[in-house]
């Protein structure tokens, strides 16, 4: 059964059909991308699997379950995680403890534990710590975890984003733009990342790009959004070659 | 080699507790075997009040991020509750040792339950919205106290909001007894506030917030507070977050207006006002508004600089330098080249520690 599937998923703002009639089926280990043109309505839906907008239209399935009507919180503990286009780092929290943040659901202690530091305070925040910092080193950020998330350079502030992720322990995972502002140095070892990520943890990725060698080299499958509408789908090869695709990128040859 | 480490935060924790027992055992001996002045001892029970609403008020403003103006307020209801509550008991508990710590926690209560009334519609909300509703809450919670009374005869207890009621209402003059005088406020609160007390109560909340912050309860508010849209991607309860740290905030406000008021003869209503909320409010926001640390120390120098003042031949001029000292404090606390020296000197330890580790 596939991890992620969509149906008919349409949303309006008002007479904009910003997205409609979008049938997206991911299945568990795919690495599976979205692109289209700015403005296609990607980060759009994004936002309606994150339960940031509620679609007008159409179902939402996690494995298995529902997703349509749930909130942010209800959905990332069901299982989804992401990223942002332009990067939503706690600023003032150390890199350590924005990751830590991820990892709030998954350990269970009382306030008046928090407040005292005894009882399960003491055992779950060890572990979380550990964890964290396995986590911090698959990213190689774990030099930095006293460091002040808005410290960190550019590339490091994307990477801590998807260790922050990865931290809720999601079924899923959505990269929305991961590579934006970097070199093609930073661009070619997030490229490892992605796959090291996919392949170790067992995770199914969703992810938006305009890098094109980014999405050529990594992706398996891609869906081509060009004005809210599925322009193609299927293999990553195919679609690159698609002359519709090619067109809605970089225009009509006349 | 096995090693003892500390977290970061955990040793900044420890120096905090540390700094707060040096001033706690300075101050103690200084008033015990020095020759302390009559307006110094006066200053001490204000001055820790003053840092526990701070630093309590720090938790809104520094660690959730919203601003709330109505910190006299939840001072306010502490105050009279535990005023009422002490007056009320003198007689039945005897020990002082028992009663203060039961008004302490009762005037907290009661603060953090209206703190929590306050928030449910709120808190939802985002914008500056917590900030207009605390302002008038303050002003509200003022004006009501100013006109409540509060007073029991042989048939029992009396309550009115506003004078006419109790004018009309015939007392046993022989059994009456009056607890809360409207604009008179409370008198006759029996002075257990003393500077020891007081440092003990900053002790213990400082050692509850600043465990509150490092916990996963801690980081979901200050994750909410850098970033709403990701805390919440992050499956953090934002709402619920926040209502902690108010609620929290609250309580020790409510406690150390319990403080206040076991201080003073004559307890009023008129002193909670919109001024003093103020003044509080620029101890956190001129103490930087991360550390509670800091905002201690600001409250310290802002708090007593003034007073101290007094006595000198300046005492003209002791709201000029004030104002003075304010300003120095934003621009010190904000100008770059502050903020290069304390980089250099975080560098230059960092790199003595990683030698002193080496060896």
Redesign the interface.
Known sequence: MAILETNDLSIQFGGLKAVSHLDLKIEKGELYGLIGPNGAGKTTVFNML?G?YQPTGGTIYLDGVCLNGK???EI??LGI??T?QNI???????VL??V??????S?K?S?LE????VGR?RKN?KV??EKAIELLKVFDLDGEK?TLASNLPYGKQRKLEIA??M??NPKLLLLDEPAAGMNPNETAELMNTIRFVRDNFDMTILLIEHDMKLVGGICEKLTVLNFGTELAKGNTAEVLHDPRVITAYIGEDE | MKKFTL??PAKDRYITYGMLAVIALVVQLYITYGDASRSFKGLLVPTCVYILAAIALNLVVGISGELSLGQAGFMCIGAYVGSTFSVMTEELIASSALRFPLALLLGGMVAAVFGFLIGIPVLRLRGDYLAIVTLAFGEIIKSVFNNIYLSTDKNGLFFSIGVESKANHEFDAATQVDYIKGAMGISGTPRDSTFLICMVVIFIAM??ML??I???????V??S???R?????????VTRAKM?AFVMSAFFAGVAGVLYSHNLNTLQASTFNYNLSIQILVFVVLGGM?KMRSVMIATIILYVLPEALRGFNLSNYRMLIYAIALIAMMLINNSAAIKRVREFLRAKFARNKNVGGEV
């Open positions: 994150t940031v909130n942010p919180v990332n503990k995680a992401r942002f939503r780092l706690f600023g003032k929290m150390s403890d924005n830590r943040v991820g990892f709030g659901n350990i202690y306030l928090s407040f005292f530091h305070y925040e979380v710590t006293d922050r992720a931290a809720t | 977290s970061k050692f509850v465990n509150f490092d916990s996963k309860q801690g980081r979901a200050m994750a507070r850098d970033n849209i990701a805390a919440e991607a992050m499956g953090v309860n902690t991360t």
